[in-house]
């Protein structure tokens, strides 16, 4: 009987730690504040929550419930569970790689929510008005010139309150307006980032996002310094705050005049059931599940391998993908309730005054609470639950590159946790610096588009189809049995038909539809120059070309002739299975096993 090493002892003794937990939250981040395609801009149709429900139910539960099933069983991170089909190996490296592109800029975002966190600290909000920060670019409303032609008969324009003090008179058709930006969108652009004016212009590091990032890096690494322990405990704070703000704010926001619009406009009289018959709304439905619920990142399979064995990951799975559902409806109230207040202030439709991606958490919103009375308070507590949701996000990211550094090389990261995890973070941190330039923010959305995309689907793909027709479906099943009992036939087949054509189908249409629609990126009104657009697509190619490279490399080092090597490779390593002897049994026997060919970065363990 060998040695168990590092990375499966401690996951035998830390047992479970409220891992799954801290998913939901990180998915909840993920899905308000940062991607582009926010569920609570497309549940202003009321109808989105049938495609929404839909796809829960037919590609992100039975997705969740297989990784965080296939982590649980064999208690290993995102590479080294695919002893059970070695060819696919290299899909674990691409959610590695993905969860390190991801983390970098992740944090950028914390930083942005440490630094207005700071800023939360004056009275009144610095960008409640345009203060002396500010330039002729930053008003609430729009300016208005008149086009006259001159003399020569080319063509200037005139300030529209220079012909009213001349008792001159403009025609409708000759005004036109242009439009300037709010003192939160202009303290967004100028002081906050210091935004340059396109990608091709970088511009020094901006220090106090440079600091703020460095602030957040020091946090996570000491929440991960002695590992799930750590980081277990630190969630429970992390985890139920965010809920607590939510409410506060919710409370807040039906109060304030105006929050009925808001909430009508959500989900209420503004319903459009007729959208049901678009194929976007279905597409945009499916992926944003996928994405919300963190699926094929490698943090699902990376913190269930921490589970006990007999841990009901099934429970785990309902309970995790409902509450992380039902977390973002209930995080679109609180949000929309002051939107609507904030566009009876401004006398607006809240159509204009909602935003999505960055410009929700960092424009809109925070506008919003700047109308408050106390407005400080208000905005203190919302940014602070940001870092807590971004915090979170970031343990499950950090988790997933440690447990795969430690189950590559057991025997030289033994009892070296908390230096990995350091080490870590400091490369992190240098790489991130990019990120925290004057064109930070375009570095942040181009790794956003190219790098949290189809990679994602691609991988999530490749995993499904390995687990049910490679590995088998049945096979699967009754490894799943070991770890939460036998079940009647009749449980398994709504999960038999997901994970064997319901599920493989639409993440196959998602990635079509995606490809087939896809947009070269803009921040705003700002094109990406085309060596941009080359270094996203360098990035993406760079996390999936291991899946082939690692393929062809296995099918290589196999011995045999080319069907022999196939069937090989195809098949789980002599070691696959539950890693402690107590928990096999008849189907799993270690006797005779020799330790080869486990690992892709080392071949070979000898422990």
């Given at each position: 009987m060998q040695t168990p090493m590092l990375g499966v002892e401690m996951r035998m003794q830390t047992g479970e730690t409220g891992a799954l937990y801290n998913i939901s939250i990180e998915a909840t981040f993920k899905l308000d504040f940062n991607r582009e395609s926010l569920l609570i801009m497309l549940l202003i149709l009321g109808a989105f929550l049938i495609p929404y429900v839909i796809m829960l139910s037919v590609?992100?539960?039975?997705?969740?419930?297989?990784?965080?099933?296939?982590?649980?069983?064999?208690?290993?991170?995102?590479?080294?569970?695919?002893?059970?089909?070695?060819?696919?190996?290299?899909?674990?490296?691409?959610?590695?790689?993905?969860?390190?592109?991801?983390?970098?800029?992740?944090?950028?975002?914390?930083?942005?929510?440490?630094?207005?966190?700071?800023?939360?600290?004056?009275?009144?909000?610095?960008?409640?008005?345009?203060?002396?920060?500010?330039?002729?670019?930053?008003?609430?409303?729009?300016?208005?010139?008149?086009?006259?032609?001159?003399?020569?008969?080319?063509?200037?324009?005139?300030?529209?309150?220079?012909?009213?003090?001349?008792?001159?008179?403009?025609?409708?058709?000759?005004?036109?307006?242009?439009?300037?930006?709010?003192?939160?969108?202009?303290?967004?652009?100028?002081?906050?980032?210091?935004?340059?004016?396109?990608?091709?212009?970088?511009?020094?590091?901006?220090?106090?996002?440079?600091?703020?990032?460095?602030?957040?890096?020091i946090l996570i690494a000491a929440a991960l310094f002695k590992g799930i322990k750590s980081s277990g405990k630190v969630v429970y704070f992390t985890a139920t705050f965010p809920y607590a703000v939510l409410l506060i704010l919710l409370i807040r926001g039906v109060t304030l005049e105006g929050a009925r619009n808001g909430i009508e406009y959500y989900i209420g009289s503004q319903s459009n059931l007729t959208k049901l018959?678009?194929?976007?709304?279905?597409?945009?439905?499916?992926?944003?599940?996928?994405?919300?619920?963190?699926?094929?990142?490698?943090?699902?399979?990376?913190?269930?391998?921490?589970?006990?064995?007999?841990?009901?990951?099934?429970?785990?799975?309902?309970?995790?993908?409902?509450?992380?559902?039902?977390?973002?409806?209930?995080?679109?109230?609180?949000?929309?309730?002051?939107?609507?207040?904030?566009?009876?202030?401004?006398?607006?439709?809240?159509?204009?005054?909602?935003?999505?991606?960055?410009?929700?958490?960092?424009?809109?919103?925070p506008d919003a609470l700047s109308k408050l009375p106390v407005s400080p308070l208000w905005s203190i507590l919302f940014f602070f639950m940001l870092i807590t949701l971004g915090l979170d996000s970031q343990f499950a990211g950090i988790e997933v590159i440690t447990t795969c550094l430690q189950d590559a090389y057991p025997k030289v990261l033994k009892a070296k946790r908390g230096l990995i995890t350091v080490l870590i973070c400091i490369v992190l941190f240098l790489l991130g610096l990019p990120c925290v330039t004057g064109a930070g923010i375009y570095w942040v959305n181009l790794i956003d588009?190219?790098?949290?995309?189809?990679?994602?689907?691609?991988?999530?793909?490749?995993?499904?189809?390995?687990?049910?027709?490679?590995?088998?479906?049945?096979?699967?099943?009754?490894?799943?049995?070991?770890?939460?009992?036998?079940?009647?036939?009749?449980?398994?087949?709504?999960?038999?038909?997901?994970?064997?054509?319901?599920?493989?189908?639409?993440?196959?249409?998602?990635?079509?539809?995606?490809?087939?629609?896809?947009?070269?990126?803009?921040?705003?009104?700002?094109?990406?120059?085309?060596?941009?657009?080359?270094?996203?697509?360098?990035?993406?190619v760079f996390c999936l070309v291991w899946i082939p490279i690692v393929a062809v490399w296995k099918l290589v080092k196999a011995s045999g002739n080319p069907w022999q090597r196939l069937k090989s490779v195809c098949s789980p390593t002599e070691d696959w299975g539950p890693y402690l002897e107590c928990h096999r049994n008849e189907r799993y026997d270690r006797a005779g096993m020799n330790d080869t060919n486990v690992y892709v970065i080392s071949n070979k363990n000898s422990t």
């Open positions: 590609a992100g539960l039975p997705l969740f419930f297989m990784e965080s099933s296939f982590g649980q069983f064999c208690s290993q991170g995102p590479i080294n569970v695919w002893k059970a089909v070695p060819i696919f190996q290299g899909v674990g490296i691409t959610m590695m790689l993905v969860s390190t592109f991801v983390s970098i800029y992740y944090n950028v975002i914390i930083a942005y929510s440490i630094y207005y966190l700071f800023a939360s600290f004056q009275d009144p909000l610095p960008w409640s008005d345009c203060s002396n920060w500010s330039d002729t670019n930053c008003n609430i409303t729009a300016r208005e010139y008149c086009n006259m032609t001159a003399y020569n008969g080319s063509l200037m324009a005139v300030n529209s309150s220079m012909i009213v003090d001349g008792n001159q008179s403009c025609l409708e058709e000759f005004l036109a307006s242009v439009p300037l930006q709010s003192p939160s969108e202009r303290y967004w652009d100028v002081v906050a980032l210091q935004r340059t004016s396109s990608m091709d212009e970088m511009g020094p590091v901006v220090w106090h996002l440079a600091l703020c990032l460095l602030l957040g890096w018959s678009e194929a976007e709304v279905w597409k945009d439905a499916a992926t944003q599940i996928f994405f919300s619920l963190s699926i094929a990142w490698g943090g699902l399979t990376a913190l269930a391998s921490y589970n006990k064995f007999h841990n009901n990951c099934y429970k785990d799975s309902i309970i995790v993908c409902i509450t992380n559902c039902s977390t973002s409806i209930f995080a679109g109230f609180t949000i929309f309730s002051i939107l609507g207040h904030m566009a009876h202030v401004y006398g607006k439709p809240v159509s204009e005054v909602a935003q999505a991606g960055f410009g929700l958490a960092f424009i809109a919103y588009t190219f790098c949290a995309g189809w990679i994602l689907l691609v991988a999530g793909l490749l995993e499904v189809f390995g687990l049910s027709c490679i590995y088998g479906g049945n096979r699967f099943i009754k490894d799943v049995e070991m770890m939460i009992g036998t079940k009647h036939m009749l449980f398994w087949i709504w999960w038999r038909a997901c994970w064997f054509f319901i599920t493989p189908v639409v993440l196959l249409v998602i990635l079509c539809w995606s490809l087939y629609t896809f947009t070269a990126p803009t921040y705003g009104s700002v094109d990406y120059p085309q060596w941009g657009i080359a270094l996203g697509w360098c990035m993406t």
